[in-house]
């Protein structure tokens, strides 16, 4: 079975600063996985995804993540955080494309001015 | 493109009421989803449907919870009755079949049962 791990609920960085949020997740095939961003009463919206190709996966606003399977991981990255980047953060995890997503609990970015 | 639009965006209910949430995929896409976000338990998937027919409902709470898709535009969650440990923020999604095809979301419905 599919599942993901987020951790830190709560991650705080400055305005300018390097934003790393963590994702690790178990599957028994090699994996489809996501990052998705839900501001405030809204739904969520796709960040970026990796299903084949690249490790590297470069998404919206400037965010990428790195698929590394000897480390079961997918971290998100920005180099430099924006206020606008306060939102929550899902990382989710899929065993093909036809199949439902398993979403981790997320992880709430604050930045700090 | 439209979006996913689910309604309404609010609900306030007593307890021991039915509820009916609804959710218009957008036009194409052959999965609908409904899941489930609370503070304590994060997003929950509730149900997902591929060309209007039910594959997992897994997640369904318990018998209270239906859901149905009766044709590809148009799928209900209906709560019947409500309980205080129903209030949440409910969402409908949308994908197309295929391997690069993303996830859709609605905004969401917020359930309130007092």
């Known amino acids: 079975a599919q599942s993901v791990t987020q951790l830190g609920s709560h991650v705080s960085v400055s305005e300018g600063a390097l934003v790393l949020l963590r994702c690790n997740y178990s599957?028994?095939?090699?994996?489809?996985l996501f990052w998705y961003v839900q501001y405030p009463n809204q739904g969520l919206q796709l960040l970026l995804k990796?299903?084949?190709?690249?490790?590297l996966v470069k998404g919206i606003n400037g965010f990428e993540a790195e698929f590394k399977k000897s480390e079961t991981s997918f971290h998100l990255t920005k180099p430099s955080a924006h206020m606008s980047d306060a939102a929550e953060y899902f990382c989710?995890?899929?065993?093909?494309?036809?199949?439902?997503?398993?979403f981790g609990s997320g992880t709430r970015l604050l930045v700090r001015p | 493109d439209a979006g996913v639009i689910q309604s309404p965006r609010h609900e306030v209910t007593e307890m021991g009421q039915e509820v009916t949430l609804r959710c218009k995929p957008i036009?194409?896409?052959?999965?609908l989803f409904w899941y489930r976000q609370t503070m304590m338990r994060g997003l929950e998937l509730l149900i997902y449907?591929?060309?209007?027919?039910?594959?997992?409902d897994s997640g369904m709470p318990e018998d209270r919870f239906s859901a149905k898709m009766p044709n590809a535009s148009f799928s209900t969650l209906k709560i019947q009755p409500s309980e205080p440990r129903d209030s949440a923020v409910y969402f409908c999604?949308?994908?197309?079949?295929?391997?690069?095809?993303?996830?859709?979301f609605g905004n969401g419905t917020r359930l309130t049962v007092t």
């Open positions: 990796y299903t084949t190709g690249a490790t």
């Open positions: 449907f591929n060309n209007n027919v039910p594959i997992d």
């Open positions: 989710a995890v899929s065993k093909d494309s036809s199949y439902k997503l398993i």
């Open positions: 999604a949308s994908r197309r079949t295929g391997g690069n095809s993303p996830l859709h």
């Open positions: 036009s194409g896409h052959d999965y």
């Open positions: 599957s028994s095939v090699p994996p489809y």
